[in-house]
């Protein structure tokens, strides 16, 4: 179901007339009330009144992550605090947090994203959704929760953790709709598994899963041992939260950004150029409707491309394709350019391997070393080590050929590797740079 038709299927030379009127306010506001978005402007000699044009917002400089640590915590606020009527924070895994702020207004706008993508995904008001993402400062507990009362559905505010009490819950309650990380939602089922609960018994129909990479090997893992169909949902605090993009469950080919919100650019990392349509590149976004926290070319670090091709769903807005990677994430083994999400390709195509790995660098003699952990089931692990060892080997020239980069590959036993209630800690990168 579209939740919003008028909006979400508005026709392309519809779309960018809003998109324009909403970019140049949202421009004006900027440049009167937030001190750093003017000094930006004017440094450039740029006022807002010379965005005549889409294309003109090229002109305009980037903001960065280190940006609004500079102006922590409230600095990028553009209305008064007595306006502001919620706060959330991404807490980072290094540096300050980046603390963002909503007004009513900007609050009820991520209802209505949340509502589109939670409809997107397959849920409707007759649905009871079992929310397992995290309530607090991260934005996915309370995204999705606004979003399905605004929808009219169920919400179960279950949040993440104490994982035995959420599959009682799933068992007494029924949930139709299930919102995690993936690998949360992994979790869960290894968890109902030991309690002798089979999702097949459960009443799940979707999930809708993000904050976090995960590949398309991943999607099927997960569809396949939790019996429902997955889609994934894209966003950042920054930007607004979750309900940036998402996936329709009719294609599940892209994830549609709800362009009448947020205006997507795709630029080379190293340059800043904008590239084409279909170039892979990181993505920049800027708001065109919050008021508290507006963002300007705002860069996420995430490595995407963007597709206008329209889609079965009857949705116009232009899709991104799921996120491969981040630019800060990708580790450089021996000068080869690595993502994490390229080795969880590899290993999700081994039948033998469970979907819980981590990877661990170090250096040695001036030598990076990869090793790669990974999970198998119980019952090859009593095998005889030969198995085990001609897995490794086997995976290890797997990884070579398709990365060309060595890794060492260590099979380990079920359980091994840190469960984790929110995003996974995937790598553990030990060099001191
Ligand atoms: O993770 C918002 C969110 C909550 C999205 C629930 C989806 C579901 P942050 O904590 O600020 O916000 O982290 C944002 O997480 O820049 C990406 O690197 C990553 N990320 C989010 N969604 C995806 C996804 C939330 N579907 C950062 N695929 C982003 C890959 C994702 N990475």
């Known amino acids: 179901m579209i939740f919003n038709i008028e909006y979400e299927t508005m026709p392309r030379e519809a779309l960018e007339s809003i998109q324009l009127r909403r970019l140049q306010a949202t421009l004006e506001r900027a440049y009167a009330t937030v ?15 010379n965005i005549k044009t889409l294309e003109d917002l090229q002109a305009i400089p980037f903001t960065t992550k280190q940006d609004l640590r500079d102006n922590y915590p409230f600095g990028m ?26 007004t009513a207004r900007d609050i009820g706008t991520w209802a209505e994203l949340m509502a589109r993508s939670l409809s997107a995904g397959g849920a409707t008001r007759e649905d009871i959704i079992h929310n397992a993402y995290g309530y607090g400062l991260f934005t996915g507990g ?23 009490r959420q599959v009682i819950i799933m068992k007494d309650f029924g949930p139709t709709i299930l919102t995690a990380t993936p690998s949360y939602a992994l979790h869960l089922a290894e968890v109902a598994i030991e309690m002798g609960v089979s999702f097949q018994n459960l009443k799940f129909k979707y999930g809708i899963f993000g904050a976090e990479p995960w590949s398309e090997t991943m ?13 994934d949902i894209y966003g950042l605090s920054e930007v607004i939260g979750p309900g ?58 995430d490595i995407s491309c963007l597709n206008p091709e329209p889609c079965i769903c009857g949705r116009t807005h232009v899709r991104m394709q799921r996120v491969s990677g981040r630019t800060d994430d990708m580790l450089i083994i021996r000068g080869v350019n690595v993502f994490p999400s390229q080795i969880e390709s590899v290993l999700m195509n081994v039948d033998e ?15 990076d070393i990869l090793t790669v952990r990974v999970e198998v089931g119980e019952r090859l692990f009593s095998d005889e ?15 070579k ?33």
């Open 219 to 231: 999607r099927r893992e997960i569809e396949n041992k939790l019996h429902l169909s997955a889609v």
């Open 244 to 301: 940036v993009a998402i996936e329709c469950h009719e294609a599940k080919k892209g994830l549609h950004i709800f362009e009448d919100h947020f205006i997507p650019e795709i630029i080379d990392p190293s340059t800043g150029k904008v590239l084409p349509y279909g170039e892979t590149g990181e993505l920049v976004f800027t708001s065109l409707t919050k008021e508290a926290f507006p963002v300007i070319r705002y860069r996420t670090r």
């Open 385 to 399: 080590v030969k198995k085990l060892q001609s897995l490794e080997a086997k995976i290890e020239k797997d990884i």
């Open 401 to 433: 050929e398709y990365l060309g980069v060595s890794a060492k590959v260590k099979l380990v036993e079920p359980k091994t590797i840190a469960r984790s209630e929110g995003k996974a800690v995937r790598v553990i990168d030990n060099r001191k740079i």
């Open 35 to 49: 001190p750093f978005y003017r000094e930006r402007l004017q440094a450039a000699g740029i006022t807002p009144a």
């Open 142 to 164: 309370l995204g999705v929760h606004y979003g399905a009362e605004k929808l009219g559905a169920s919400i179960i505010p279950v949040s993440g953790g104490n994982t035995k």
């Open 77 to 102: 606020f553009a209305v008064p605090m007595t306006n502001v009527v919620r706060i959330h924070a991404s807490s980072g895994t290094t540096g300050q947090p980046t603390v963002v702020g909503y």
């Open 353 to 367: 391997v469970e979907p819980h790995y981590q990877l661990l660098v170090d250096r040695k003699d001036n030598l």
